[in-house]
């Protein structure tokens, strides 16, 4: 074949390869001659099936931690005490299927529902598992026929037919004790489960009350034998006199405490955790309290007949069957499905984040906190949130930590590796006395002393500054090396003999050569940074809490109780961790193969 | 050598060429500090057009002397003259130097001098050989030093040696070399604004403007050059007027032998081993170098279209004119034997002879006068050194090149070579025609080498000379004669006198206390 | 009678890119007490054959067919631990560069000592002196000192006879030397050329030479095989190869003429084979040979000629092989 034919060959396939037309197989000589040495490192790269997942792995966590923290910003002073510890799953409101049509009552706990069925089935769902030993899916059995239930934080009270009080779950502040002074009364009209703390009202208007009364300073006082219903929160309880007057049942002040005179006749009450609400009898709402956000929404609503509180919000019947929720919608616990306003909704029940409403057929309809994909913490912070932020904080710390170092150590190595005598002899002694400082031990201490000084920013910047300050000589050394090789290649002596000048030389031939070396390098470097990050702040020495970092998110599980029973706290930020970490030395690892041209005799 | 062919020109005359590379201590406690004496003490002249072949073993320095004398490595001592270029179109800084400086330098001429004369005294005085022997090196040295001193200053001022009033000398030889470099200065700025020029007229003629179209637009670049043709004019006839001014100062020693004697030291080479950094740079256009390994000298990330423009880029041959070099270069290509097509491929994507058609494709762009060959056949198959010869021995044709043809191959370097330098641990031990020196090889060392050669002639299969033992460390060669350790003519005097190399038929050169010995025994 | 045979030997590298056919169905033999030179540029396949007789080849490489006979032996039946007996003991290899194949760390007295300690029951005196007396059978001087120094304090040369030394310690049938004088100068070359005939007649040890070198095949050899991408082109004693001859190989022919020799007259042009050896992962059809060369025919390029023996002793790949026919023929 004459040369010129090869050639022309050689562009038809470009143009081949160009319009996707791989119908033709080329010889390796063909396709060797389309490629430069960039390509051919790409390509080699590609090739590589390790490396290439590594890569996508990569991408794919990284990309995540870019995007979701740019659209879900983070509450650093965010803590959801009812929402502790909950493990991963979306079950928090996945109704039984025996129970589903078939619905009397429904009572929303922390992160578990409660349901009784018409023939007085008592059914529990969602994260029931309250401690190691503590389930309260743990139904009492011989309850008989149970007519009401109440799901609490961490408890369950049952009543049946016969009058009959149950209480199971956790008992720690004696919120499943029944007063032995109840136990006989059997006209209880209603009962109710609060944190730590359950409550009963009976026909006769009285009161009872049991549970944690560190937390909640229950005194009726005045009003007992007249209460009608109550509603209860983390801290108080409000109650509703059968004269429709709505009154607080603490001793202490409370945000809800002060409520609205010129409200008129109640109906129907509910608290949220910082607000109460009333709805009137002509059908208004009041909402009074801390009103945050929205909460105070409902208050321009009309013809409302009953009123549910959940943690932040509010639901309401309205008297044309409509519901109609506001307030927070972190969980979407306020944005009610159109089709419960196309069914014919008898009840709404609504508590913490979850929303139940049942349908005239017996049927609930859901809407609210399913559940947390990957869990909370110890202070009901969502773990796959924290991941993401978290996540963008350490490869951050790393990113710039690397970039400082490998930025050092161009310098350093470049003017050592080309300049050498004296310079090298200096510079690489300054080098070697960094390198023998004690990464971690230096780190620590200089964050102890200084660390307590300044502020959250200041501190994260130093943390980078010390990664990046106290790494460099490796990167140093290997760019010395990499540029006295090169500077001794007959090439560079090639281009001095034809009269190039030290300023060409430099920066077409020995950086070129360099900077392959140096984009594995740093790779690998960025790696070892994010875990020396993420080891820092495990030993509380870096970033700290509440600012999530996968070091930190790591640092409270420490304890035996955390690494047994709430292995999502531990077990996701490692594995995000180990999976970047690990990721990313495998591409580095592949670049270095592609780089490396011996690999391409073979 | 002061022995020149007179229908020849030199080239380069290198004399007395050293380069010594500093080995590192390998303790704190070490005080001498010790040196691998790869060339100790070169002189050879080349003539133009010629190929001088230079043959001898690994570590003979080879290599080195030709690298060296490209000034890649930066010389110990020694001289190299090259007189390829007219001094004034260079006018080395040196030369400023010297005028400057000249009463200091004469001072210094004259103690050396001094020096030399009193240790020439004792060295006479002596009367054992053995005495003799100790002292010859120092002697020598000496000497050597005090005409350096003294060539430094004559070989810019020539007959003026001997003029009383140097200030004058100083001040008027100044005003030449300065008006001489502004010439100079003008002379490149116009050669740039000409090439530029070029380009801008090829640009609008290539998108078809017309004529008229064409001179509006490159009216202002015209003008420009014209202005500066003007400049260059003035100039140089600025530079005529200071030559003739000393030309006139020339006239007045007429007849003076003396002065005739010293003028004619007066050198018109340029010493490549005293130029700036910049300078020799740019006289690297002039002196190139093929290298022997064709993988290593071509950068893997550069197309050969780069690798060749590389040496054009920096000497601005084609300034601001793309266009032109890439034609230039494909034609060099089409030239060293490779298709122009293949222009934009990189190195790894060619076999290695014709990644060594790439290097001298490199090499050759630049239209030298001188190539040195570093072993540009050795590491190529059996098949293609062939090829290679051929094509640099076209391009000598063609190009009228000189070659330093470096090899440690002697039937290459036969073939390729008209005179033949045989190097020995650093040291030439002979130098002549390459049939002189295969007829009757004069030194031992070469005897030897010639017979070790394995032939490809089944019918005479003479049994080889073999020389004993290894070739001694450059770092501590053999006092005297370096050979002396392998040489089974060795004598007293060759282990304590270096022998000088000494021309024995005309032409033909050999290092040798012992060269009769060779010729009567053959 | 041979003592080694290479039967249509098929040694193939599988790499990324596909198999490289190294050697492609390549004959020769070593008669006792002779040398066969093999010659040939890189990638023609000379190593690998060696290789292949020693069952050294690189992980990726396997001889795909064909036989070797080593004294009667089948070398491919024989197992691990018989190739280990045969390796060193009746075949014996010297590499190109010595130094790889020398331990740094050890003085050349331990490391040449310790086969005799372990395997022959020595003690550590008698080893000492059965090294020595090697080191002086290859004409070492002050074997004692030598024997106390360590590989990196030795010359090309000298390290090159110490690795001949341990070769041929063991008395070996068939010596393979590996291109041994390629990284030597030429006179230190010219002594361990010598120093090998010498060793070749006093021992009657047959020698497998590998070289690129004409001039060196032709002061050691007494056969010579020529090789060209995988395959033998022409087999002949060496007087054959290097003297005209009625036939030869156009390749022979074109490597003979292309080297400049110290007879070639000053001024005659070189007749260069064009072009370069095919790469062994694109092969040409036909012979191998002809894209570069000048006789080619349609029919050398469509098919693949056959080693044929054309008179006794001399073997020739070509479908012209005589001279006269391929410049009257074209």
Redesign the interface.
Known sequence: MSKENKAKKSRVSILGLLFGNRKKQLSFLEEEQLQSPMRTVIKNFVANKVAMVSLIIFLIIFLSVLIYPAVNHIDLTYQEQTQQNVAPGFNMMKVPKKLQGNIKEISVGSTFSVGVSNDGEVFVWGKTKITSVIDVKDIPENMGKVVQVAAGADHVLALNDQGELFAWGNSRNKQCAIPENLKTVKNIKRIYSGFQCSAAVTEDGNVYFWGNTGIIDFKIGEYQGQIDKIAINSQGVLGLTKDGQVVSLTANELAFSRIPEEMGKAVDIALTAQTGAAVTEDGKVYVWGNKTKTIHEGETLEGVVSIEGGRYHYTAMLANGDVVAWGHDDFGQSSVPSKVNKANVTTVYTGYYQNYAITDSGKAITWGLKGYILGTDNYGRDVLSRIMHGGRMTMTIGAIAIIISVTIGIIIGGVSGYFGGKVDMILMRIAEIVYALPFLPFAMTLSAIIGNKINETQRIALIMVILGLLSWPGDARLVRAQVLAERNKEFVTAARAVGVRQKGIIFRHIIPNVVSVIIVSATLGFASAMLTESGLSFLGFGVREPRPTWGNMLNGCQSSTVILQYWWRWVFPSIALGLSTISINLIGDGLRDAVDPKANER | MENKKKDKKVLLRISNLKQYFPIKKTSMFQKEQLYVKANDGISIDIYEGETFGLVG??GCGKSTFG?TL?Q?YKQTDGRTMYYGRPLDEIAPRYMEDTLKHLSTKMKNYETHQAKADLLQSEYDKLTTDEEKYNMHAKVKEAKKIANDAFLDIVQVIGGFFIEKDLQKVSNTFLKEYQDNVAWCIAKEELRKLESEFEAAVAEKKAKKASQSDIDAATAKIKAKVEAKRNDVKAKQATFEASKKEIDAMRAAYKGNAEFEKYESYRDEGVDLARLTEEET??L??DL??I?Q?PY????????VGQIIG??L???KVFHKNKDKMQDYIMQVMEDCGL?S?MIH??P??F????RQRI?IA??LA?KPKFVVCDEAVSAL???????I??LL?DLKEKENLTYLFIS?D???I???SDRIGVMYLGNMVELAT?EDL?AAPMHPYTE??L?????????N?TE?I??????PSPIKPPKGCKFHTRCKYCTDICKKVVPDLEEMTPGHFVACHHKRNVVESK | MALLELKDLHTFFQTKRGTVKAVNGVSYSVDAGKTLGVVGESGSGKSVSAMSILRLLDSNGYVADGEIIFDGKNIQDCTKKEMYKIRGNEISVIFQEPMTSLNPVFTIERQLSEPFIIHQGMNKKQAKAKVIEMLSSVKIPNPESVAKQYPHQLSGGMRQRVMIAIALACQPKLLIADEPTTALDVTIQAQILKLMNDLKKEKGTSILFITHDLGVINQMADDVAVMYCGQVVEMAPAKKIFTKQKYSHPYTEGLMESIPRLDTPAGVRLEAIPGAVPHPLDLPKGCKFAPRCKYATDKCREEEPTLVKIEENHQIRCFYPEKEMRKDGK
Do not use: C
């Open positions: 073993e690994s690298r490209l890649l740079r740019r690297r256009k190139q170098l290298f390994d290593s000298s071509l950068n893997p990330r550069m197309s590389e040496g880029n920096a000497h298709a097509y491929r990189y790894h994507q076999s290695g002879g014709q290097g490199r090499s630049l198959d059996v098949s293609i050194q062939s090829q010869i051929n021995l440690h002697l039937s290459v036969k073939y390729i390459t295969f030897a080498l017979s070790a050669i394995p032939t490809t002639d089944v019918e299969k080889p073999l020389i004993e033992g290894d070739i």
